[in-house]
């Protein structure tokens, strides 16, 4: 792992990490992942039936297993809040750094005279001209008006692989935080301070909420009506077996429900 990465993951992220992992069992919040709200269900059924195994018609022979299955749902919810923690934690973290970079940020503006001046980005208004050499950071969203240089765009797009960018053209559009690698830029400012791609970014990861993309809706759609129908399923083998004779425990058919429920991808919509 190189030390980029490590970075990444700091002591702090993981102590906020393993704390929301454990807020995270608030039903009120899991209700909003209905396969894993299933799975927190049956985890409270069990836990109930490992102090009181004789409920339902049970047999206190079986509280060893309710215990068990007790401990790998907590597991299963555990883990499955702590990758969602963690990963919100780097997208903070990163946001942070972003944020941070940007407001320490310095732009070039060259006045009406041909004179340059500098200036914190932030003071960049919609029109100003600015002149970005290698090495330096793209103050704010604009289009190039002069010149032609690599741009490292790896802060934004996550692609390692520089850009071409130059005046004119379909490759004239610039980013704010991405960095001018060789030669130079005169950038016509489009935006105004606050409203550029990288902020709408740094709102976004640092909201309360994401808005869900329509294959993930389509997705969850899929997953909650598949878990619906299984646990009908499983609810009517009780009464069934019952017909029949046959003692069923409550925490085989929790047991069976989980199985058969799609808790991998569920825990990954979260």
Known sequence: M??????????????????????KFDPRFMVKNPVMFMVEVGFILTLILSIFPTLFNGNSDERIYNILITFILFITLLFANFAESIAEGRGKAQAATLRQSKKDSKA????????????????LKIGDIVLVKAGELIPNDGEIIEGAASVDESAITGESAPVMREAGGD?????????VLTDFLKIKILVGSGESFLDKMINLVEGAARQKTPNEIALNTLLIVLSLSFLVVVVSLYPFMQFLGVSLPISWL????????????GGLLS
């Open 171 to 179: 490759f004239s559009s610039v980013t704010g935080g991405t960095t």
């Open 254 to 265: 929790v047991a069976l429900l989980v199985c058969l429920i799609p808790t991998t991808i």
């Open 108 to 123: 070039r503006r060259i006045k009406s005279d041909g004179s340059e001046e500098m200036l914190n980005s932030s003071e």
């Open 2 to 23: 190189s030390k980029k990465q490590n970075k990444l993951i700091t002591k702090e992220i993981l102590n906020n990490a393993i704390k929301g992992a454990f807020l």
